[in-house]
């Protein structure tokens, strides 16, 4: 149908007035200021914002409005550290010249108020800087990324052999002890009592098959761990002791545990004068070494492997590194793994995607509920909180002391879930990983940034997240890009009862939808899944088929925020906009989106845990705004699996037969007819192709 220019306008108007009536708008942080935040570029007019955006070179100010009730006011300025950049004056304006990238990130306005009665008020507000200097242009990662990495050997160049053997006991049938069962293997050993399982073996040569056969793999697997990927051996090897398998319940005398209790472990045992890291392990898993043990049972490589895990965990043990990140104790130890398992798949000439390298059903926690921290254990808990690096928060009893779950199915895995250990390796290198257990005393992000600095560490973590956003990160990629489709769209609630809170079902997906929060066209996520500190929200959108370029403009509510865009090809190729704190990402788009979908990431970079604050951060959502701006044409539909970017994959919600068809005359076209708000301001100009207004898509022929 064809508008006049004015009937267009109020046409306009009118699904302004309808969208902003069905918006759920929430309050924006600068809402709540008793002053009103002012920002300019160079001797631009001023902007009544808390963020400003300019290119390198320019020079920018800071300032504020008076507040209506003090009496006097003084302000002071300072950095996100806390440093101090400008004593108490008298003007509000901190101006920035020459600005360059380091100057962008979070300042903090300090109000000092004297009130009527002579009290004196102080109150802080943050203001968003970001400096661009390559505008425009695609970010290269490989070009930002601190590459850094550890081999044991460097320390243990001419680590030997070990000669010396353990000494355990078992107990006899008169009561008394003799040394126990035991066979030695080059660097292992394995020891068990006489009361040991009869599924083992019931004979002396099946019993001592099956321990030659376990300790022959650990022989073998460590090897690889120790010569081809620079790990080291345990504590037991370092001081020239082969290293211990332990099976509890067989009866040997440091424990007295059934002969039918099942399971294993890494735990520590006493022998010759001190304790020591080993694997503790029951007849089940050591049964399944048996030469029949594949045609008795169908689990016997899970076993196995789940043995050599044990192992791994015996190895970390004694490291220096990663006291207070239990987390890490387990993503690191699949991770080792799943390298190992890889590293031989290439040996072999196969597929770097091949079965015996590919993503645990666990693997899918953070890709698919990104908005969790990196450093979290049992992830999403069922009040909205996360669980702390150490656990903190998850563990509950009740009076008899029995167990509460307080965490989600699925999710409450997600430690043992190794995709930050897997990226970081793909972008800062293997050693990366060894690194971590030797320098990282104690956290390992807060330890990764003690090294690398505040500003390399908050990008490690953006770049972690934008390429898990499009699963960017060379091998495992596919695999755990499958690991995620298998789960993505089911409904968890609580894993199982009794549990803490009934927090009702979440259908997982890696995306979130913000809707729009005002009349300028803002969209804010939830408040349920907005990111926790060290998570981040992937926002597929859609964008013009007749458009080169996108903008979609960010705007964080809170600290320490960034955001940036990137999409993959149909072809796989993965391209990425120019990361900002603050301000418009643009990237240009001829190289065309797979299924005309690109992905905006917000990721909030805190990366220290406050152990003394640290409730208060584990409940913490951090809030963003996002505008749609030239080129983008809507939010995509959240359950769509977006990042398969071979498949041809169609959007339900888009429903392009609602698309306001305006044919214009050329005339009508050449005059850029404008879109206003209710306020009568311009805020937008209507192109050729699929626009956005106020919410609604709108084409222009």
Request: aromatic share 14%; hydrophobic share 35%; with cysteine.
């Amino acid at each position: 149908m064809k508008m006049k220019k004015n009937v267009f306008i109020g046409c306009l108007l009118l699904l302004s007035i309808a969208v902003f009536a069905q918006t759920k708008g929430r309050k924006d942080y600068v809402d709540s200021w008793v002053v009103k935040p002012q920002v300019r570029v160079n001797e631009q007019a001023w902007s009544q914002k808390n963020y400003i955006q300019a290119d390198a070179g320019s020079s920018i100010t800071l300032s504020a409005t008076e507040p209506e009730t003090a009496v006097s006011v003084k302000y002071a300025w300072q950095n996100e550290k806390g440093k101090s950049l400008r004593s108490y004056m008298k003007t509000a304006d901190f101006t920035l010249t020459d600005i360059t990238r380091e100057d962008g990130g979070m300042y903090t306005l300090k109000v000092r108020m004297t009130q009527e009665d002579g009290s004196i008020v102080v109150k802080n507000y943050n203001y968003f800087v970001d400096v661009q200097e390559h505008r425009g242009e695609f970010y290269d990662w490989e070009a930002h990324t601190v590459r850094f990495g550890y081999d044991f050997r460097t320390e243990y160049p001419e680590l030997p052999e070990p000669q010396k053997v353990h000494t355990f006991y078992k107990r006899t049938a008169n009561g008394g002890t003799a040394p126990a069962n035991m066979y030695v293997g080059k660097w292992w050993s394995a020891f068990w009592g006489d009361n040991l399982n009869p599924e083992v073996g019931k004979d002396s040569a099946t019993i001592y098959g099956a321990a030659k056969r376990m300790v022959d793999y650990f022989d073998q697997e460590f090897a690889y761990l120790r010569n081809k990927m620079g790990w080291p051996p345990d504590l037991s090897a370092r001081k020239g002791y082969k290293s211990i398998i332990y099976i509890f319940g067989s009866g040997l005398t440091n424990d007295n545990t059934p002969q039918s209790e099942q399971g294993g472990y890494q735990s520590s045992t006493r022998a010759d004068g001190q304790n020591w890291a080993c694997v503790w392990a029951s007849w089940y898993p050591f049964s399944r070494f048996r030469l029949d043990a594949d045609k008795k049972w169908n689990d016997g490589a899970y076993q196995r492997d789940a043995m050599i895990h044990e192992g791994i965990h015996a190895t970390f043990a004694d490291m220096p590194g990663v006291k207070g990140s239990s987390w890490f104790h387990e993503a690191g130890n699949t991770w080792a793994q799943s390298k190992m398992a890889q590293l031989k798949a290439e040996e072999a000439g196969n597929s770097v995607e091949s079965d015996n390298a590919r993503a645990g059903w666990l693997d899918c926690g953070p890709f698919l509920a990104p908005f969790m921290p990196i450093e979290c254990y049992s992830g999403w808990l069922q009040d909205g909180t996360f669980g702390g690096p150490q656990a903190q928060g998850v563990n509950r009893y009740t009076s008899d002391g029995k167990q509460i779950c307080t965490w989600r199915n699925i999710l409450g895995g997600t430690q043992y879930g190794n995709s930050f250990p897997t990226i970081l390796s793909a972008f800062c290198g293997n050693g990366s990983v060894p690194w971590i257990w030797r320098y990282c005393s104690n956290r390992v992000l807060e330890g990764i940034g003690d090294s690398i600095g505040e500003e390399a560490m908050r990008k490690v973590i953006l770049q972690y997240r934008s390429r898990m956003a499009i699963y960017d990160f060379g091998y495992g990629s596919k695999s755990y890009r499958n690991s995620a489709s298998d789960s993505f769209g089911q409904s968890i609630g609580p894993e199982w009862e009794p549990y803490y809170i009934n927090c009702g079902k979440w259908r997982m997906t890696p995306y979130a939808h913000p809707v729009q929060n005002d009349m300028n066209g803002w969209l804010a996520p939830d408040t349920l899944t907005n990111p926790g500190w060290s998570g981040a929200n992937f926002i597929p959108i859609h964008v013009n088929p007749a458009s080169d370029k996108v903008v979609v403009e960010f705007r964080p509510e809170d600290t320490h925020m960034e955001a940036q865009l990137c999409y993959r090809t149909k072809s796989g190729k993965a391209y990425y906009s120019q990361p900002v704190y603050c301000g418009k990402m643009e990237m240009n788009i001829t190289d065309r989106p797979a299924n005309g979908v690109i992905i905006c990431v917000v990721a909030n970079t805190d990366y220290i845990y406050d152990d003394k604050n640290g409730e208060a951060q584990r409940s913490h959502h951090w809030d963003y705004r996002i505008r749609l701006n030239e080129g983008c044409i809507a939010v995509a539909d959240n359950y769509q699996k977006w990042f398969f970017y071979e498949r041809n994959i169609t959007d339900p919600t888009l429903d392009l037969s609602a698309i306001e068809e305006i044919t214009s005359s050329t005339s009508l076209y050449q005059k850029k007819v404008g879109m206003f708000n209710l306020q009568g301001q311009r805020i937008g100009t209507l192109r050729k192709g699929l626009n956005i207004v106020d919410g609604k898509k709108v084409l222009v022929k």
